[in-house]
């Protein structure tokens, strides 16, 4: 079984809709990494979380990282067809080293 | 500035062939790390560098799997010989400083077909 569960595996919005993505270890999360796919590129880096109850945005997206540090979750409010790819999210999940444990990914589209 | 560089971005090959992929991390960032994708598996660390260093080639799946850095500016993933199996896109990434304090940041990967 995956270390790192991505909820929904896929998601079909509206153009304007808000949406959250989760993640979930069973494992404490020492750092908890969002990042962004489209296809044929690579990854962006869009947030990162290290302390329990953290959250930060940036634009329309807002990362957050629960108080037991084992859940996080990003939301997009006011979808736009921008925001259509692959999230990703990469953990820690070790503390102290430097590799990074990737979720499945959720695939998002946006439709007008 | 510019982001790693990986090259080259496709590359197909027939099944015993050798094959090298590159990697020009950004400047100054003094770790490198080299994943794979596939559909099945999702995204793997292969091995990481520290200052041109491997530190953890755990996830080399096998023998036929090396990578280098000679210098910092320069790192080789090399497959030999390679198998379909090694059909994957495979990424690059550098950082500047440990995980925790800043976070990877990838290339565009190669997509190697064995066929």
């Known amino acids: 079984s995956q270390e790192l569960e991505q909820s929904p595996q896929s998601l079909i919005v509206q153009e304007g809709k808000n949406l959250t993505i989760n993640c979930t270890s069973s494992?404490?999360?020492?750092?908890l990494y969002w990042y962004k796919q489209k296809y044929g590129e690579g990854l962006i880096f869009l947030m990162m979380?290290?302390?329990?109850?953290e959250e930060k945005s940036h634009e329309k997206i807002t990362a957050k990282l629960d108080e037991k540090k084992q859940q996080s979750s990003l939301h997009i409010t006011a979808s736009q067809p921008s925001h259509a790819g692959i999230y990703l999210c990469?953990?820690?999940?070790?503390?102290?080293?430097?590799?990074?444990?990737f979720g499945t990914g959720t695939q998002l589209k946006v439709e007008l | 500035d510019a982001g790693v560089i990986q090259s080259p971005r496709h590359e197909v090959t027939e099944m015993g062939q050798e094959v090298t992929l590159r990697c020009k991390p950004i400047?100054?960032?003094?770790?490198l790390f080299w994943y794979r994708q596939t559909m099945m598996r999702g995204l793997e660390l292969l091995i990481y560098?520290?200052?041109?260093?491997?530190?953890?080639d755990s996830g080399m799946p096998e023998d036929r799997f090396s990578a280098k850095m000679p210098n910092a500016s320069f790192s080789t993933l090399k497959i030999q010989p390679s198998e379909p199996r090694d059909s994957a896109v495979y990424f690059c990434?550098?950082?500047?400083?440990?995980?925790?304090?800043?976070?990877?940041?990838f290339g565009d990967g190669t997509r190697l077909s064995i066929l």
């Open positions: 400047s100054g960032h003094d770790y």
């Open positions: 560098f520290n200052n041109n260093v491997p530190i953890d």
């Open positions: 990434a550098s950082s500047l400083g440990v995980l925790g304090n800043q976070p990877q940041h």
């Open positions: 990469g953990a820690d999940l070790r503390g102290g080293g430097n590799k990074l444990t």
């Open positions: 979380l290290q302390k329990g109850g």
């Open positions: 494992k404490t999360l020492y750092g």
